[in-house]
């Protein structure tokens, strides 16, 4: 099962230089995220998340109602909202967009949503040059890589790293000094803001009541991106609108700490509309492209649905111990971490990666950590039990249905036990070589690769308790 | 697992419990709780044999479980395996408020703390995930061993994170479970314990295997198995 997603682990556990980068990283922004959410800084935290969550549940289950209000909320603002199925689809609308206008350069901050639907890429493919201008983003698209963090993109990349694509792509000098890396990309992005006719970004929150989006971000490239083209269109999951303004009063208190341990991110901007007649700035049009992209698949099941409450704040892939040693290139799409394993399969269809629901301990950090409380490990379990009752191997499904039975049977369960140990005892720490037979056992042979087993006592407890 | 690999354990368990003056009965039909199934995505084979635990156990007023995964195995996911069946699942129910993880039982339920232990040692508690975080266990099997005379316990740093068992993951996934299993190694070592001590028979095969593995003469102890030296 899963060749593919069992080599990138293997690769990345392989990499010391890239082990490291992880895990520092990670532990910066899980340190960072405890520190503001301790209850001495933070005594409602936990109110909070519950709140968030219903919230989220309440906007999730009337989804129809709210993003029919946030439509018209902005069309009365003078913008237009328009709903794409997919990502060709997305393509199309800004290509015909920028076709009519005679647009020639896109600026983009930095957005989930497009990197799903592969954006760039598409619009390059009719000529069209869309620059990231988030600074992670913007050297992640000079190296052709995609994210490896949903907040962090370019979390693997060491200012070494940065120096040798700034010189590959831009012919810069070789610098490794961090502020003069982000001097050079800022004065090519400055140009680029300039010239550009298209702004693209994302949303962070659709506000319904307002018809409003709500944008999130440290470097002010998205304040530039949606201000100084005279087209902004902002892409955007139907799983992002909230119901009222006021409800951000939750969401903005978690956000930044949950993901950078920020109280708050540096910029937040409210967008609602092109710029009126007695304003000094903003662009000329307001475009809201709103994607599905597979998440009207999880709305029927009410278990799963949850898995649409997530506001990308990346808290769980922080946390998370897989996450910290396999990294973000090991998952096979854009979303990575513990809510990339539950919304991969579920927006792409679970054929995809069978094993990915199956790459984790359960060990539930990732609940924990969740500031709209998503029950991560409870959709990986529903997950699972889908991949299990189609793909998985006819040697697999008969071990657990002879399990089922011995464990129904305890006089069959009890002398299997014995048998098996009987044939695997010695007295020293060796045993297990010296049994060919049980080396053959795929499983057994996993564990042994990393670990020792301990070899299996004389008497089982059932023995020993009837000899007391 | 106790059963077959660790029998040791449960006659730990049922030496401390009956120094407490509990009556021990080990109901011969037990098997398993069926989470390996349930974990793996079986739902079918899971939900047969908790079947057969609530048969076996239904006359039990306690049962008192060496694993904090069990347990909640136990206590929080029946409810969902027997979800369309009212009758069995109101069965599950009312099993599961009988269900004791053994330091919850020893605190909550014999208000032990001091259960007279004696173990020469410097140990460091290793929080299985499911005890830690489905039944918010952190404090209880720390005050247990607090009591214990001559043993110091030192907290690990990192605390709270995964061993890398995980079940069938830590066979589907070798290498990765095997990663983890090493950062722990790291964490214990940094502790300088010489004992690990935790309430998952899984949680403490994984590490012994580990340590052995790299070669440590680092022990792996039940918590029944502290309690019940003398």
């Known amino acids: ?57 309440h906007a999730i289950d009337h989804l129809d109602y709210y993003l029919e209000e946030f439509q018209r909320n902005v069309e009365a603002h003078g913008g237009t909202v328009t709903y794409c199925r997919d ?8 290509l015909s967009l920028a076709k009519q206008r005679g647009a020639g350069l896109i600026v983009k901050s930095k957005s989930m949503t ?97 018809g409003a989006i709500v944008l999130v971000e440290n470097e002010g490239n998205a304040r530039l991106t949606t201000s100084a083209p005279k087209i902004h269109i902002a892409v955007a999951g139907i799983e992002k609108v909230i119901p009222r303004a006021q409800d951000l009063a939750v969401f903005l208190k978690l956000l930044a700490r949950s993901a950078t341990g920020q109280l708050l991110s540096v910029y937040t901007s409210f967008l609602s509309g092109p710029r009126r007649a007695d304003e000094i700035d903003g662009p000329d049009e307001f475009h809201v492209v709103l994607l599905d992209n597979g998440r009207t698949r999880l709305l029927p099941n009410p278990e799963r ?34 809510i990339g394993a539950i919304i991969t399969p579920q927006f792409l269809g679970a054929g995809h990666e069978p094993g990915l629901p199956f790459a984790s301990s359960l060990c539930g950090a990732c609940a924990e950590v969740c500031p709209v409380k998503i029950d991560i490990p409870k959709v990986l379990l529903d997950l699972r039990s889908e991949v ?73 407890f059932r023995q020993l308790w009837r000899q007391r | 697992m106790v059963d077959q690999l660790f029998p040791q354990i449960g006659m730990a368990m049922a030496k401390v419990l009956e120094a407490l003056d509990f009556e021990v009965d080990f109901p011969e039909a037990q098997t398993c709780c069926g989470q390996p199934a349930f974990n793996s995505g079986y739902r079918a084979e899971a939900r047969a044999v908790a079947l057969h635990f609530l048969d076996v156990f239904e006359a039990s007023d306690a049962i008192v479980v060496p694993s904090g995964s ?26 599961a408020s009988r269900v004791w993880e053994f330091s ?82 790291d964490a214990i070592v940094r502790s300088g314990a010489n004992t690990v001590v935790s309430l998952d028979p899984s949680c403490l095969m994984q590490i012994q295997g580990a340590l052995s593995r790299a070669g440590l003469e680092i022990r792996t102890l039940h918590l029944a198995e502290v309690l019940a030296s003398r």
């Open chain 1, 305 to 338: 649905r949850q898995s649409l409450y997530c506001i990308r704040c990346g808290a769980c892939l922080n946390t998370c111990p897989v996450y910290r040693k396999i990294g973000g290139h090991s998952f096979p799409w854009v979303y990575s971490g513990p």
């Open chain 2, 70 to 95: 069990c347990t909640a195995m136990i206590t929080h996911h029946f409810a969902e395996l027997f979800a369309s069946d009212s009758a069995v699942g109101a069965r599950a129910k009312s099993l």
């Open chain 1, 388 to 460: 299990a009752s189609v793909k998985t191997g006819r040697l697999e499904k008969l071990a657990f249905r002879v399990f089922a039975w011995l464990a129904r049977h305890p006089r069959a369960y009890a002398i299997g036990g014995r048998l098996a140990a009987s044939l695997a005892r010695s007295g020293d720490g060796a045993w297990i070589r010296r049994v060919p037979a049980l080396l053959n056992i795929g499983p057994i042979r996993a564990w042994l690769s990393q670990r020792d087993l301990p070899p299996p006592p004389p008497r089982s």
């Open chain 2, 104 to 185: 919850k039982f020893l605190t909550e339920v014999a208000g032990a703390e001091d259960v007279g232990a004696h173990l020469e040692a410097v140990a460091t508690f290793h929080d299985g995930c499911h005890a830690l975080r489905e039944l918010g266990i952190h404090s209880a099997p720390r005050r247990l061993l607090a009591r214990v005379r001559g043993l110091e316990l030192r907290e690990l740093e990192p605390a709270g994170e995964c061993c890398g068992f995980g079940g069938t993951f830590s066979v589907k996934f070798g290498e990765l479970s095997g990663a983890m299993a090493r950062g722990k190694v």
């Open chain 1, 87 to 94: 990502g060709p689809e997305v393509a199309d609308f800004v």
């Open chain 1, 114 to 210: 497009t990197e799903e639907i592969d954006l760039n890429e598409r619009l390059g493919h009719h000529g069209l040059e869309s620059v990231e201008t988030d600074l992670g983003e913007y050297i992640l698209q000079l190296a052709h890589e995609r994210p490896y963090h949903i907040v962090a993109p370019a979390l693997h990349k060491t200012r070494y790293d940065v120096a040798q694509i700034l010189t590959e792509k831009l012919h810069a000098p070789h610098d490794i000094v961090i502020e003069n890396q982000t001097a050079l990309a800022r004065s090519v992005l400055r140009q680029k803001f300039l010239a550009a006719d298209i702004g693209i970004s994302g949303a962070n929150f659709l506000v319904a009541d307002s």
């Open chain 1, 1 to 57: 099962m899963s060749s593919q997603l069992q080599r990138h682990i293997h690769d990345t556990l392989a990499d010391p230089r890239l082990q490291q980068a992880i895990y520092t990283a990670t532990g910066r922004l899980k340190d960072a995220r405890l520190a503001v959410i301790a209850d001495n800084v933070l005594p409602d935290y936990q109110e909070l998340r519950t709140q968030a969550n219903l919230l989220k549940q």
